[in-house]
């Protein structure tokens, strides 16, 4: 089960590039105390290295950090952006929809991961999430 506030959520958010995307769904999770500024850090810094493995299904990008980077807090963030922009992933790309995942241990990770791949994999849930005209259609579909 997700938990989800509409503190948690931004539409139609404006972005330059792939890591202030991830940012700004990083600092969605810090404004809401589930986890420290440096965990924003440590989302882009795993993109910066790693590259778009946080990119899980055409259009969707799942960044995150190891919960030692200032997880205080398991919770998610949704972040739509008003035009896709690419990750750098060769089959995937453009991302229009960024969910950063704050797990405090690798259970709770995996747990979130597994709840949002379910609620995306519904077309008709994903299709309300891309399309909403408000935070409260998406916290009423959660």
């Given at each position: 089960m997700l938990?989800?506030?509409?503190g948690l959520i931004?539409?139609?958010?404006?972005?330059?590039?792939?890591?202030e995307a991830i940012r700004i769904a990083g600092?969605?999770?810090?404004?809401?105390?589930?986890?420290?500024?440096?965990?924003?850090?440590?989302?882009?810094k795993g993109y910066?290295?790693?590259?778009?493995?946080?990119v899980v299904a055409p259009g969707i990008a799942f960044p995150h950090a190891r919960p030692e980077f200032g997880a205080k807090k398991k919770g998610v963030s949704i972040v739509?952006?008003?035009h896709p922009i690419p990750f750098g992933h060769p089959t995937s790309d453009p991302i229009s929809l960024v969910c950063a995942l704050c797990g405090t241990d690798s259970t709770?990770?995996?747990?979130?991961?597994?709840?949002?791949?379910?609620l995306l994999r519904d077309e008709e849930k994903l299709h309300t999430i891309l399309n909403a005209s408000t935070k409260k259609e998406i916290l009423d579909l959660i």
């Amino acid at each position: 089960m997700l938990t989800l506030t509409e503190g948690l959520i931004e539409l139609n958010v404006e972005v330059v590039d792939a890591e202030e995307a991830i940012r700004i769904a990083g600092q969605l999770l810090v404004d809401e105390g589930l986890a420290e500024e440096r965990y924003v850090d440590g989302m882009v810094k795993g993109y910066k290295e790693v590259g778009p493995y946080i990119v899980v299904a055409p259009g969707i990008a799942f960044p995150h950090a190891r919960p030692e980077f200032g997880a205080k807090k398991k919770g998610v963030s949704i972040v739509r952006l008003s035009h896709p922009i690419p990750f750098g992933h060769p089959t995937s790309d453009p991302i229009s929809l960024v969910c950063a995942l704050c797990g405090t241990d690798s259970t709770s990770h995996i747990e979130m991961l597994q709840a949002l791949a379910e609620l995306l994999r519904d077309e008709e849930k994903l299709h309300t999430i891309l399309n909403a005209s408000t935070k409260k259609e998406i916290l009423d579909l959660i």
